[in-house]
């Protein structure tokens, strides 16, 4: 009896993430707290074009040249990269938890940690960048 509470529980977090229900996990305060110390709205062309090539690099094939999680790579995925111009998405996130999660990467999905201690050794100034970036490119 006790086998079968436990495929039943193991089948529903699995049919719960195959349906793509998963949860982004919250930051810690804080991260929370942070505040971006790039101003999207007021960046330049200059700066859009350089993190534009950034995001290109490393954002894109998941989250898409439009920032609507359609990468090339997502499709292989079960759990869909974030579709940044989602209405409200970016809205309802604080540039910490945003921060926090590239930092970080989310369990459970293909995002993987992106900062200085990751494979991927990006700087927390090219974060603050990729969060104006994309805060600019998706977010109106």
């Known amino acids: 009896m006790c086998g079968l509470f436990v495929l039943i529980i193991l089948f529903a977090a699995t049919a719960a993430v195959a349906g793509g229900e998963h949860q982004i996990p919250k930051a810690p305060s804080g991260y929370l707290d942070m505040v971006s110390p790039v101003n999207y709205n007021e960046v330049d062309e200059d700066f859009l074009k350089k993190a534009g090539k950034l995001y290109k690099r490393k954002c894109r094939k998941c989250h898409g040249v439009n920032g609507d999680g359609n990468g ?69």
């Open 72 to 140: 090339s790579k997502a499709e292989y995925f079960v759990i869909k990269p974030t579709a940044f111009n989602a209405p409200g998405y970016l809205a309802q996130r604080k540039d910490g938890q945003l921060f926090w999660i590239m930092m970080n990467g989310s369990e459970g999905t293909e995002m993987v940690p992106v900062g200085p201690d990751s494979d991927v050794g990006l700087s927390e100034e090219k974060i603050w960048e990729l969060i104006a970036y994309i805060r600019n490119r998706f977010g109106r």
